[in-house]
């Protein structure tokens, strides 16, 4: 009962959000679980994989996972979203439709990174982005609360004494160099 509750506020916030971030749904997604929006990079300096460093002020395009479509609880016929690998197995499908897309409509040349924040690091790890340490300030802090109580929200509730259990998880930023993820997921 409670879980539904928090997932309705859940549904509208992210609507409002989506709607003043312009945050965008994957053109051509199979289930619309992945959003995107450019914008600029406001952390610290990176060094990136291919040796380039991602500055502030750059241009990169941030990955969202669509809250309401895990409120709905179903991302293709009969497959619930309970597991992390469930989610990571989804995402790939989706980045390799916004890798084919981001190929055949060309880049932006100003973007230089793709990513995101996530609590999921070792599945993001997978998909081949890079993991950087989320530094200790108020805004990391509100954004670790809020995505642990997304995971608790849409959690099986089998799950819940395994995610007890487990260490706890800690805020990562992931990016990936533009010209690696053309590469890996444009094919």
Not at 12 to 24: G, S, V
Not at 42 to 70: A, P, Q, W, Y
Not at 122 to 131: A, E, K, N
Request: proline letters at 3%; charged letters at 20%.
């Amino acid at each position: 009962m409670l879980k539904n509750f928090v997932k309705s506020i859940i549904v509208q916030w992210e609507k409002l959000i989506c709607r003043i971030k312009r945050i965008q749904p994957l053109e051509g997604s199979n289930y619309g679980l992945l959003c995107i929006r450019k914008t600029k990079y406001k952390g610290e300096t990176l060094r990136l994989t291919d040796n380039s460093f991602l500055n502030k002020g750059d241009c990169i395009i941030e990955l969202h996972l669509s809250n309401i479509v895990l409120a709905k609880g179903i991302v293709a016929e009969n497959a619930t979203v309970s597991l992390d690998l469930q989610i990571i197995s989804y995402m790939r499908g989706e980045l390799f439709i916004l890798g084919r897309y981001l190929r055949l409509q060309g880049i932006d040349s100003r973007i230089k990174s793709i990513g995101g924040v996530t609590i999921h690091g070792p599945g993001i790890r997978r998909l081949g982005f890079s993991l950087y340490p989320g530094k200790n300030t108020l805004s990391n802090s509100l954004v670790f609360i809020w995505m642990r109580i997304l995971r608790w929200t849409f959690s099986n509730p089998k799950e819940a004494v395994r995610l007890r259990k487990r260490s706890p998880r800690h805020l990562e930023h992931f990016y990936m160099p533009i010209s690696q993820f053309i590469q890996k997921y444009g094919a």
